[in-house]
């Protein structure tokens, strides 16, 4: 994670550079997503020993979600599901309709915990997984595709559960405070124009 | 939430719903925009999937080191079976090619081949889909079959300038034409939707059979797969309900979770 905060660094960089009203916020966001959804599609899923592929993204915006709120997790959902699905290459939206409903719900929790508390955090990825799988195969049905919801359930859900669940404990805290210094940093560009 | 947020939510959506239906079906070309993530991303990807190559492939040298002289061993005598069964094929080969003359046989298709490097896979579990960091700029065309060393990977799905998605052939939007090396039989090989990692093999005409340790390659009368490409071996038959019909469960050559490298076939009008 300091490597992520030391590369976040750079587009704060280019901004203070540049200084015309670009948002600071938004490139590191961006730059955290497509680094994540490179993670995703190299790293995590030629690890064949973890059988299905980790949802990064998904943990992303669930974790973010819980710290900004729903107007936040809405456009963050969307945005890191439409990636995903641009890379994807099918059913393009599908990711981006799932993970904006992911986000705004879970941003809607946001206001009623302890943001150093790691449960509600855990129990928000583990419920979320399972919604953001049962949607997506609904969205498939519905757009035609044949699928088993219960082959999906047999088969995905358990190890994606056991995988989200240990990315939250490891980076929930992390982006925590890197959160905090985005905001931080946004701030202080903004005042420095 | 007021009145105007609820109207961009709708408007949103319906947006959506469109991109949806626009991109469920089979696509012949990406747009613009999705060629250009994707061209922007692959040297990233390449460069991961590389790095990530070389850790995999120190591990399991290092774990392999006691084994060695015992491989080598086993590995210099199939070099000599090999190399006496390659003498042989010589002799085929310049006896087929004598007797495809005599009787003025039309020349087998001839592909170009391109060997490309795996950079990415599918992030979404429910789909096979693999990246290769070959695409238009090389030649690659939507169709062209994919082999990795042992077998048919599967075919080229969407092309960008530098990169092409490859449905894999246990992917269940995945069909090939093939037949019993054996027998000849017609059959078709599918995914499977349960994800098993096997691939469903049916018969195209009544009077099939199946056996398990037969052998499946491609029947070459599909637009893209050449004839003769090794799919995998029938591991299990299983009859249909009135014995009417069976399907059968095919392991494919390919170990699909450990891909590296793939091998495409591209035809000459490609180029």
Known sequence: MLILADWSMLPYCYAMKRNRGIKVKILIYTTLVILALILQTTLFASWSFLIVVPDLILVLVVLFSLINGPTFGAKFGFFSGLGTDLLV????????????????????????????????????????????????????????????????????????LVYNGILTLLLYLRLFYLNEKINYWDELVRRSR | ??????????????????????????????????????????????????????IISLFTSLAKVGGLQEENQLLQERIFELEQELYQMAEFRRENIWLREALDFKKTDEHRILISEVIGRSPNNLLSTITINKGKNHGVR????????????????????????????TDPRSAIGAMVQAT????????????????????LARDVELEVGDVLVTSGLSQYFAKGLPIGKVVKVTPSPYQLSFT?????????SRLEYVTLLLCDETE
């Open chain 2, 1 to 54: 939430m007021n009145k105007t947020k609820i109207i961009g939510f709708l408007l949103v959506v319906l947006l959506i719903t469109g991109s949806i239906h626009f991109t469920s079906h089979s696509r012949t070309q990406l747009t613009r925009f999705e060629q250009l993530v994707k061209d922007i991303i692959s040297p990233a990807q390449v460069g991961l999937a590389r790095l990530n190559r070389t």
């Open chain 1, 89 to 160: 290459g099918e059913m393009i939206g599908l990711g981006a309709l799932t993970k904006m409903i992911i986000g705004i719900t879970v941003g809607l929790l946001s206001k009623r915990f302890y943001k150093e508390n790691y449960i509600i955090p855990f129990i928000s990825v583990v419920i979320a997984t399972v919604i953001d799988q049962l949607l997506y195969v609904l969205g498939m049905l519905l757009f035609g595709r044949t699928i088993s919801l219960f082959v999906v359930l047999k088969k995905f859900i358990l190890p994606l």
């Open chain 2, 142 to 169: 939507q169709g062209a079959p994919a082999m990795a060393g042992q077998g048919v990977v599967g075919t080229v799905n969407t092309v960008s300038a530098r990169t092409a998605t490859i449905i894999l052939s």
């Open chain 2, 248 to 256: 059968a469960y095919v392991e494919p050559f390919v170990d699909f």
């Open chain 2, 184 to 203: 000849g039989d017609l059959v078709l090989v599918e995914g499977d939707s349960d994800y098993s990692g096997h691939l469903l093999a049916r018969p």
